[in-house]
Nanobody, 127 residues
Framework: QVQLAESGGGLVQAGASLRLSCAAS???????????MGWFRQAPGKEREFVAA????????AYADSMKGRFTISRDNAKNTVYLQMNSLKPEDTAVYYC?????????????????WGQGTQVTVSS
């Protein structure tokens, strides 16, 4: 089993920045490099949506259009950790942010491509 633990959420004003972290662990988690890592978010009353994903090596990334240019995903395989740097935050970015790990070959945008999920971290952006 793989455990994912997100951190770094909080309450900020519009225009501020936050960096989310996702630490991976578990008895079967031999190396983070075998997993594509992704971030998703879910706002109240809305479906979970794709935010960003990063390939196993970190050489390839994908972003949702509304986050492109504001969010940056990165990973440190030595630390089994993936990050989401969020800049120029907007009130519409308010959501619970989830980290996910998937045994897939390339960056995936669909939640059903991912095998493991964290509990989520709340991000609230005030206007």
């Amino acid at each position: 089993q793989v455990q994912l633990a997100e951190s770094g959420g909080g309450l900020v004003q519009a225009g501020a920045s936050l960096r989310l972290s996702c630490a991976a662990s578990g008895r079967t988690f031999s190396s983070s490099s075998i997993y594509v890592m992704g971030w998703f978010r879910q706002a109240p009353g809305k479906e979970r949506e794709f935010v960003a994903a990063i390939s196993r090596s970190g050489s390839s990334t994908a972003y949702a259009d509304s986050m492109k240019g504001r969010f940056t995903i990165s990973r440190d395989n030595a630390k089994n950790t993936v990050y989401l740097q969020m800049n120029s935050l907007k009130p519409e970015d308010t959501a619970v942010y989830y980290c996910a790990a998937g045994r897939i070959m390339s960056v995936g945008r669909r939640s059903n491509e991912y095998d493991y999920w964290g509990q989520g971290t709340q991000v609230t952006v005030s206007s």
